[in-house]
């Protein structure tokens, strides 16, 4: 990709994830001299730690609730998915030679669960159709107007400009930045007056003040079906059933991560968010008071709890770290805390921590195929737009159907110009 006189356009596609491979295929798929940049020594590092503890790559459930699952974001997301949607990506993942199931909450799977053998073939493919992989390469932004096409790259052997004819960004979001994605690229669209919304933390656990005696005992113990359910700024409730980790610090887990976006709004607003837990679901609040108010004779509360409503180990934990001494002493009340006990969330873990990010370069900015209106030929796609998702599997589809959707509107907008 330097200054020599080729004739086939040159796109620059920088960042080696899920969204950038994307675009690399549909780029050198119609033949294109395609060059993936990264800033790591090897491209997928977030890939592949996602295929760690079971690579959940997409979901079965029908097309109206995945969509739902990018709440305030739906109606941008819904075009990117009409066209490479869930089953397309099965599909896409079986071309490899990987083949797929779904699990019984129906999220889907490679048949290995690893990420591994998928990215292997993958790099293959992209490898054999052209595509020229240039690690250690971290861009830092223009020189002159991004308009020149003149990127700049810190490369262990120094600063190398190279000139690309379209520009492709599939920089991440900022969790986990020893995988590549630090969110370093948010000042550099900003100083371009691009709108980015601020990263944060998204499927993120919580902050809680426990006491030194509950976070001794009960830190790392799973917290097994519950209900859990906050109220957003427009006084809608989100409900969720699942399980949590307590941690040392507070929460975490997929029953949190579900909710986590409506949390951290909260905790934005408030300054702090209640979660509220029943912990005794399947069981209604007038059984729980009945079971409550029997009477317990010479037995411990502790007991009587345990043997009338199941509620013993870590959730009775909760209910003495939570509920007051008046509380404790009074049947009804003491049922209603089972059923509905308040838990204060005082802030997110940091976005390090955080599975994914919110947060990243606003929808407005963008055209319908995913270019920057103010900055004609750099396209966005995949975690760093602004744009969230629960785990699930909806994550990976939104990168790699973003990834896909901006690859093919370099491609046509490359087909426009001489
Ligand atoms: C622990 C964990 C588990 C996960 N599990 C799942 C799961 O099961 N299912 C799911 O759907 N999602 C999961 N995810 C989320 C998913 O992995 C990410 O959403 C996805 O990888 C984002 O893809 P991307 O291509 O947008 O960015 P990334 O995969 O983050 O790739 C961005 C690339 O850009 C490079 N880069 C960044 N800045 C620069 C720069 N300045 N110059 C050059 N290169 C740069 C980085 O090195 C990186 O390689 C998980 C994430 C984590 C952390």
């Known amino acids: 990709m330097n200054e020599d006189n080729h004739s086939m356009k040159r796109v620059a596609i920088i960042g080696g994830g899920p969204a950038g491979l994307m675009a690399a295929e549909v780029l050198s798929g119609h033949g294109l001299q395609v060059a993936v940049f990264d800033a790591m020594p090897s491209v997928g590092r977030k890939f592949l730690l996602a295929g ?13 609730a995945f969509l739902g699952r990018y709440g305030a974001r739906r109606e941008q997301i819904a075009p990117l998915l009409d066209a490479f949607g869930p089953h397309a990506l099965r599909e896409w993942i079986h071309g490899l ?7 019984t909450s129906g999220r889907v799977f490679p048949t290995d669960m690893k990420a591994a053998p998928l990215l292997r073939a993958w790099l293959h493919r992209l490898r054999e159709a052209g595509v020229r992989f240039h690690m250690r390469h971290r861009w830092q ?6 308009a020149d096409g003149k990127l700049r790259f810190a490369t262990p052997s120094g600063e190398q400009v190279v000139h690309a004819d379209a520009v492709l960004l599939a920089l991440g979001g900022g969790s986990w930045a020893r995988l590549g994605s630090d969110g370093a690229w948010v000042p550099l669209l900003a100083a371009q007056g691009i709108a980015v919304r601020p990263l944060q933390p998204a499927n993120c656990g919580f ?7 509950f976070r001794t005992r009960f830190a790392g113990e799973p917290v ?37 976006a409506h949390l951290r709004e909260a905790i934005a607003l408030h ?8 912990l005794a679901p399947g069981k209604d609040l007038q059984r729980v008071t009945d079971e409550v108010a029997h009477p317990r004779g010479s037995r411990s509360m502790a ?20 509920a007051s001494k008046e509380t404790y002493a009074d049947p009804r009340r003491l049922a209603q805390a089972i059923k509905a006990l308040p838990l204060k969330l005082v802030a997110p873990r940091p976005i390090d921590e955080a599975i994914s990010s919110a947060g990243g370069v606003a929808f407005e900015a963008l055209d319908a195929h995913l270019m920057l209106r103010d900055v ?20 990976l589809t939104g990168c790699f159907a973003s990834g896909r959707a901006a690859g093919l509107g370099a491609l046509a907008w490359l087909a426009g110009r001489p």
């Open 97 to 103: 030679g990987i083949e797929t199931f779904v699990g």
């Open 52 to 64: 760690k503890g079971g690579m959940n790559i997409t979901h079965s459930e029908p097309i109206d």
């Open 207 to 213: 902050d809680v003040p426990w006491s030194e005696h």
């Open 271 to 278: 300054g702090e968010a209640t979660l509220t837990l029943d």
């Open 303 to 322: 007991s009587h709890l345990q043997s009338r409503v199941g509620i013993h180990g870590v959730k009775a934990g909760l209910l003495r770290e939570l």
């Open 376 to 395: 004609p030929g750099v396209f966005c796609a995949g975690e760093m737009l602004d744009w969230e998702a629960p785990t699930g599997g909806y994550l």
């Open 224 to 260: 097994k079906s519950v209900v859990a359910s906050v109220v957003d700024a427009q006084g809608q409730t989100h409900t969720r059933q699942g399980e949590f980790v307590i941690s040392a610090s507070g929460i975490e887990g997929g029953l949190v991560y579900a909710l986590s």
């Open 141 to 146: 932004g223009w020189e002159g107007k991004p």
